[in-house]
Structure formats: structure tokens, C-alpha cells
């Protein structure tokens, strides 16, 4: 958990001015470190089974015991576990999310967080200064199946909530038959479509190595070969016609101005007239607290960072839609992901 601080702390730093608030930055850093050590050594899974003593987590994980009782102690001053005595327990937050026993799909998806706080963001003072990425995103991740799979893992696990909740909020033209997912990944969003549609098929459209971990649901018996994956560039190859619906999620922010009108009026080109996208991206504006501000903001740097993207604000998500054709855009913001909001708009049935 980020450092927190007492009223006494507080008026130090920032009433008083008496202390550099930057130390509580750095000292949030290491904690979150050690949250991700605790996760790869298996700690927190340790202690789902009852509350143990250091030397007994130690002699578990096979770990020195000084070293493991000074990693409780750090865990326990963050609010990831609490300490009884000597014997120590997880949190609610820790049992939650950071054991494999209920959630390995996170506990997966920090491996991204891990890569791009300490590797990607070494890039950042270069990225600033010469307005360009060091190592553009994409090509970096198809460079390497084992680094595109961490950054779908990553995906795929905020498309857990987040796909049911568009499939519900999101209802498909009347008889839709084919969709395509526009850098669909994964291909959960696809699917879920597809789950919750008799008689509808998907395109799932990425890069080749992205749609490497999309391939098992090609597998699933209750999709019966309804997905399909095709490999390519969105901006430069041809994205099939006849489609019902496109999904646009999580793409525009790694786009610069011009290509998103491109992709936008080729997605419009690709669907019939009626035809709906679903867009959906985390908008530059109003936050509903600090947190989600703060959050939204580190997420236009990192897209500065690796993809020269930006958040955008919905006005331009609407100007691009309008300019493609569609019509008046809708705005739905999400529960499951707070900050994160659809653009929904129908392709006119004529003119
Ligand atoms: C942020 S991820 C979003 C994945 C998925 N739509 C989701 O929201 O979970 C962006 C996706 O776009 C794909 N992508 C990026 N540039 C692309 C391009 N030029 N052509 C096709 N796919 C691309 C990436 O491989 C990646 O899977």
C-alpha cells in the first residue's frame, strides 16, 4: 500500500515544509517492490493458510530467515499483512489479490506493472527530452513472445471486469452476425460478445505475437470456432468488410491525431451501414478523486513514454467518430474501471 501519513507527518511536510515530500515517493517505491518480492517468493500464498512465525514462512519458502523476518516486518508497515505476537497474517487486500490461490491472473499481471515501472520507465528523463520513445512499445513487445505474453497478461486481466460490464451496457445492432476487435489481443472482449450472442462470429485483428495469447479460444467449446484471428497492421492492412460491430479498446491512446482519424474512418469503412464501434479509453478531464487523477495522468506520461500517444479527451474521440461518418457519440463511463469510459456510435443506415 502506498505510505500513509498521520496528521503530525503531514504538517511536516507539507504545512511546515520541513522534510523533502519526495522521500515519501521514494520510500513508496521500495515498498511496492517489496509488495512484488513478497508476491514472487510465494509469501502471501504462505500465509493464506493461517498465521505463521517468520522462521516457519522461511523454512517454508526455503529463504533466509533474517532476511524473511525483515520482509514481514516491511509488509506489515505497508498494510499488506498484520502481526499478531510473532506470528504474522495477511490482509484482506493481500488474500484478495496477491496469492495464486485466488488470484493468479493478477498475481500474473504484475509482472507487466514490474517491467514497465523498472524497465520501461528508466526511459522516461530520454523520452522527455527528445519527444520520442527510446523503445517504441509494439515492436519492442513482438520482439519477444515472453514480453508480449507479460503485457497481455495484463490486459487480460483488466478485460476480466471490464468485458462483461461493456456486454451489459453495450447491446449489439439487432441481429449482428460479425464483429471485429481492433487490436483485440487476447480476445476477451470478442468473446465475451460472442458468449452472450447466438449467431455471432468475431475477427480478433492484432499483431502476430499479440494474438499468440488469444489462440486457446479458438479451443473453447462454447465459442464452436466462432473466433478467428487475423494478423496485421491496422493502419496499413486491409480490415475485412461486412462487420456489424468494431471494437476500438485501449487503442486510440497509442495513436497520434492523424492515425486515429485513419483507423477510425477505416473501421467505419469496414462496417455495414448500421454498424456500431464501441471505443473505449481512460479521457483526459474531470476525475472522480485524486487518486484516479493522479492515475490518469502517469498514464499520459507512460503513453508518452513508450508510445508518443496521449490520454485524449472524449471531444476528440467525438470529432473523429463524427468526421468518419458516425453518428452523435455517446458517453458511458464504466463502474468496473474507474476513470475508463465507452464511446459508443452507430454508422447511419444512409447518405
Ligand atoms: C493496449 S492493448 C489493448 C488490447 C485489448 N484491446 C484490450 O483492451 O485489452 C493494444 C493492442 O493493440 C495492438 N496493436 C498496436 N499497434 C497495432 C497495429 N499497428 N496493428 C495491429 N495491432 C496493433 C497491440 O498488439 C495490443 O494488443
Not at 520482439?143 to 476480466?160: C, E, G, V
Not at 470478442?190 to 499479440?210: E, H, K, M, N, Q
Request: glycine letters at 10%.
Amino acid at each position: 500500500m502506498p505510505l500513509t501519513t498521520n496528521a503530525l507527518e503531514r504538517l511536516i511536510l507539507t504545512r511546515l515544509n520541513l522534510a523533502p515530500a519526495l522521500l515519501l515517493d521514494y520510500f513508496s517505491t521500495l515498498g511496492f517492490r517489496a509488495a512484488l518480492v513478497g508476491v514472487r517468493l510465494g509469501v502471501f500464498d504462505a500465509l493464506e493458510k493461517g498465521p505463521r512465525t517468520a522462521a516457519d514462512v522461511a523454512e517454508q519458502l526455503g529463504t533466509d530467515p533474517r532476511g524473511t523476518e525483515s520482509l514481514l516486518e516491511a509488509l506489515t508497515s505497508l498494510q499488506y499483512l498484520r502481526r499478531q505476537g510473532d506470528r504474522y497474517a495477511n490482509r484482506p487486500t493481500a488474500s484478495r489479490w496477491l496469492t495464486e490461490a485466488r488470484d493468479p491472473a493478477f498475481v500474473e499481471a504484475t509482472r507487466f506493472l514490474e517491467m514497465a515501472a523498472f524497465d520501461l520507465w528508466g526511459d522516461l528523463e530520454e523520452a522527455v527530452r527528445s519527444g520520442r520513445p527510446v523503445r517504441a512499445f509494439y515492436p519492442w513487445l513482438e520482439a519477444d513472445p515472453q514480453r508480449s505474453a507479460t503485457f497481455q497478461a495484463w490486459t487480460l486481466w483488466t478485460a476480466r471486469d471490464l468485458a462483461p460490464e461493456i456486454v451489459r451496457r453495450v447491446p449489439l445492432p439487432g441481429g449482428a452476425q460479425r464483429l471485429i476487435d481492433v487490436g483485440g489481443g487476447h480476445g476477451r472482449y470478442a468473446a465475451a460478445y460472442c458468449r452472450a450472442t447466438a449467431g455471432l462470429s468475431a475477427v480478433v485483428f492484432d499483431l502476430p505475437i499479440a494474438l499468440r495469447s488469444a489462440e486457446d479460444l479458438l479451443d473453447e467449446p462454447d465459442l464452436d470456432g466462432r473466433i478467428q484471428l487475423q494478423p496485421g497492421d491496422f493502419l496499413t492492412d486491409e480490415l475485412g468488410a461486412g462487420f456489424d460491430v468494431a471494437l476500438v479498446i485501449n487503442i486510440v491512446h497509442g495513436l497520434s491525431e492523424d492515425e486515429n482519424r485513419r483507423l477510425i474512418g477505416r473501421v467505419s469503412a469496414a462496417l455495414n451501414p448500421g454498424g456500431r464501434i464501441v471505443l473505449l479509453e481512460q479521457f483526459a478531464g474531470r476525475a472522480p478523486g485524486p487518486a484516479v487523477y493522479a492515475i490518469n495522468r502517469l498514464l499520459d506520461l507512460t503513453y508518452h513514454l513508450v508510445l508518443k500517444g496521449r490520454t485524449y479527451r472524449f471531444a476528440d474521440a467525438v470529432g473523429w467518430l463524427t468526421d468518419a461518418g458516425f453518428g452523435t457519440p455517446k458517453r458511458i463511463n464504466l463502474r468496473s474501471a474507474p476513470g475508463a469510459s465507452l464511446a459508443t456510435a452507430t454508422k447511419p443506415r444512409s447518405g
